[in-house]
């Protein structure tokens, strides 16, 4: 069974910084594309940030583009997203996903998810 289970949401003031963590398993982790992606009340579900099998190949949505960065751990089945100078407008729950295939814009073609994690920057 496929598990993606993410943490590091938590409550942050704006210019603040999160570290939110993936952890996956019950797939061979270094064979699929992981991305970050979330999702605000009454907003679409919005790409982030993705990145490839390893590591080489990333994408970051312009809003994030130059305070997020992602990264993945293959020998520890871990994807990461550093978030920094953190925005009110980036306050959404924020999920992980994989799929073996990589979309280089991040379009949420992704077959594994997991259940999310709270992310709310107060002003």
């Known amino acids: 069974v496929v598990h993606l289970v993410e943490s590091g949401g938590g409550l942050v003031q704006a210019g603040g910084s999160l570290t939110l963590s993936c952890t996956v398993s019950g797939l061979t982790f270094g064979g699929y594309a992981m991305g970050w992606f979330r999702q605000a009340p009454g907003k679409e579900r919005e790409g982030v940030s993705c990145?490839?099998?390893?590591?080489?190949?990333?994408y970051y949505s312009d809003s994030v583009k130059g305070r997020f960065t992602i990264s993945r751990d293959n020998a520890k089945n871990m994807l990461y997203l550093q978030m920094n100078s953190l925005k009110p407008e980036d306050t959404a729950v924020y999920y992980c996903?994989?799929?073996?295939?990589?979309?280089?814009?991040?379009?949420?073609?992704?077959?594994?998810w997991g259940q999310g994690t709270q992310v709310t920057v107060t002003s």
């Open positions: 990145i490839s099998w390893t590591g080489g190949s990333t």
């Open positions: 996903a994989a799929d073996v295939a990589y979309d280089p814009a991040c379009r949420g073609r992704f077959g594994y």
